[in-house]
């Protein structure tokens, strides 16, 4: 029988040379007669280890990485396809102290099936979730949800089931899931990694949505920067239409749930939730004023829900397994398990799913090994573009979406990006200024004009000029968009900068802490 | 650059999109895609065909394909080279690596080369920031990008045209 080799069809893994190791792999073999399959797997999120490339063994899966095309004639010399040593075995990968430490819930199957293979999915336990919904009533669906304690993953952190009831309360002829597929925050890959790993437990989680909610008809809106995403989509709703799962009759239940991806065209704010119901409306991504909320009035004006792609990713196992085996992990009112991206200036970058309650800390130094670069951590940047940088002095924070609030930080959508102290903060403030002055959708005047005039004082500061007036400003300023903003691109662009200045006055020109205005 | 009228296989092309488009509800912007995918750009002679067929004005269509980032109103160079610029990459040293490319490729962000290989563009995160700096080509990201990498890239993107 031929030995199974795994190389990551993951596009980090590709970023690294991962098809490059893969042809070398079978050239390689076949010049040296040696009978090995290839099987393109999704990632582990070892990200530092990429290329990690798995032989399988009665043991278990053995790894060696990080495989470049050059490692692989040694490999061979070193007969690796049968447990041989080299400088880059790792042992059994499910052993790996970073793996082994994780809590994987909604990653259960990641790095282990191969993405659009759908008999695998249903041999990881797959589309059980989808089972137990069939045979429930959508109340109790939405219960289980709602008992879960699931918060929406996208940023927000509002209680999924709560999101669910309302659109099933609402009456009408029509109404639609959609998937906010847009990821728009840096440092984060964790809805990347499900679209093009594990795709079946994302249409699994619409499809429960749908039954939930009485839609039959769900959108997955993607942003248009991941194309491997949008063909390992495309072709698992094509599987899954084959197979029965999606269509006019669900498992022949009577249910029918149809699924269709949809490009974005990269703007941020698409990735709000209203603007992201008139991109697909076909329209420009004007903030909507609420209420009324998407769950009553939503795409093309009928009940939607909206939510993110971990958020979806998450309801085939909380009805696979109860609700109560998902709110048992977690502390406070954070329940389950968050996919943590580690990146930036990080030794060991990766995704962590982990139960709500482990320390910035312990994330950047037990899992992340500290800087790459070997130089102190000085700051980092939690929860994307809008989410607060944090000092070292806060590392001992859990995570968990009150204590965050309580320094005025965020968790977001769990992206972690390090800093190490060549930094200067006042230039990441002014970049959070100029970002949103890129992205900003134009409809009200403290985000439009009020990022603009940001840049323009920062660089005043940073010039020197002025530099307790100009500080001033900043916070007056901020003082605007944070009360004065109609979404969260504005109204929170002041946690960047704010969180920048407050814990890095030093880089701003000023030596202590100035009084709030 | 423009042009005053559609070339013939442009105009054909658009027209067969707007056909498979026309009744899908929200068609503008899958619309919109099918046609850049197909001959690169948005041409601004596009709009009245297009505002025609789905009953909207042409200054609507002129929004929506200026609102979005993605799309482009002219032909550009044989590939497309976008920087990540974000904050994962900033750590990892985009802006010196940024500094570079605009120097090796004598352009700013959205110019392109004067030999028409490739066009430069700012992008803003591309969800591969386990492993900073990184660069899309065309559709193909590529990770911990340092001078030597971006030098091979380009090299290898200007002899294959
Ligand atoms: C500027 C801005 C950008 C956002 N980007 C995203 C995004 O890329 N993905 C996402 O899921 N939510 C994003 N959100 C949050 C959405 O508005 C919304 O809360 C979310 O999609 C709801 O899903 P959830 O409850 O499952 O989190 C963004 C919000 C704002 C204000
Ligand atoms: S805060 Fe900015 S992005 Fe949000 S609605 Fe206002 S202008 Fe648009
Ligand atoms: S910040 Fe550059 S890839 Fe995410």
Redesign the pocket.
Known sequence: MSIKIFVPIDSTALSLGANEVAEAILKEAQARKLDIQIIRNSSRGLFWLETLVEVETPQGRIGFGPVNPNDVKSLFDADFINSGKHPLALGIVAEIDWLKKQERLTFARMGITEPTNIDQYMAHDGFQGLKNALNLKPEAIVETVTASGL????????P?GI?WKTVLDTKATQKYIVC??????SGTYS?RMIMEGDPFVLIEGMIIAGLAVGATQGYIYL?SEYPHALKTLNEAIHQATKAGYLGEDILKSGKAFHLEVRRAAGA??C????S?LESLEGKRGLVRFKPPLPAIEGLFGKPTV???????ATVPIILAKGAKYYQDFGMGKSRGTLPIQLAGNLKRTGLIEKAFGITLRELLYDFGGGSLSGKPIKAVQVGGP?GAYLPESQFDTPLDYEKFSEIWAVLG?GGIVAFDETVNMAKMARYAFDFCAI?SCGKCTPCRIGSTRGVEVIDHIMQGHDVKKHIALIRDLSDTMLNGSL???GG?TPYPVLSALNHFPKDFGVDAKEPKA | MTEAVLKPQDYQAIEKHIAAFQSMPGALIPLLHAIQDDIGYVPELAYPLISKALSLSVAEVHGVVTFYHHFRTHQPGRHILQVCLAESCQAMGSDALEAHIKKKLGVEFHETTADGAITLEPIYCLGNCACSPSVMINEEVYGRVDNKKIDQLISDLKSAS
């Open positions: 918060r929406g993953r996208g940023g927000a952190a509002f999924t999101k906010n597929a847009d990821e728009g925050d809805d942003r941020y704010i990735g709000e939730e209203t992201l909206v939510n993110n792609v971990i958020s979806l809008l959508h992205e979404c969260a691109l929170m």
